[in-house]
Nanobody, 127 residues
Framework: QVHLVQSGGGLVQAGGSLRLSCAAS????????VGWFRRVPGKDREFVAT????????YYSDSAKGRFTISRDSAENTFYLQMNSLKPEDTALYYC????????????????????WGQGTQVTVSS
């Protein structure tokens, strides 16, 4: 079992930056591919970014590309989402997730491909 605890987030003005963190504990030392998703009230949770277990490959949604950066510190079992040039439409509840694919270079963009989820952290971008 892997337990994910998120931190970061908050209120920021448009154009500002935030960094979300996601710390893994439990079955470690290795965790699988990592994804960040977000949910706006009344809408389905949507994919934001992912990084493979090896850290070699990343993939972003069109809305995140060029502004967000996903990374992982495998030694600390902590994952990050650096968000720059934030827009009001980035306002959402953000979730980190991981799975049991701890060895491959594959990344995952579907919710059902993840087994363990963080508690969510609110990001609010004011205009």
């Amino acid at each position: 079992q892997v337990h994910l605890v998120q931190s970061g987030g908050g209120l920021v003005q448009a154009g500002g930056s935030l960094r979300l963190s996601c710390a893994a504990s439990g079955r470690t030392p290795r965790t699988g591919a990592v994804g960040w998703f977000r949910r706006v009230p009344g809408k389905d949770r949507e994919f934001v970014a992912t990084i493979s277990a090896t850290g070699d490959y990343t993939y972003y949604s069109d809305s995140a590309k060029g502004r967000f950066t996903i990374s992982r510190d495998s030694a600390e079992n902590t994952f990050y989402l650096q968000m720059n040039s934030l827009k009001p439409e980035d306002t959402a509840l953000y979730y980190c997730a991981t799975n049991d694919d701890t060895i491959s270079t594959v990344y995952y963009i579907k919710e059902y491909e993840y087994t363990y989820w963080g508690q969510g952290t609110q990001v609010t971008v004011s205009s």
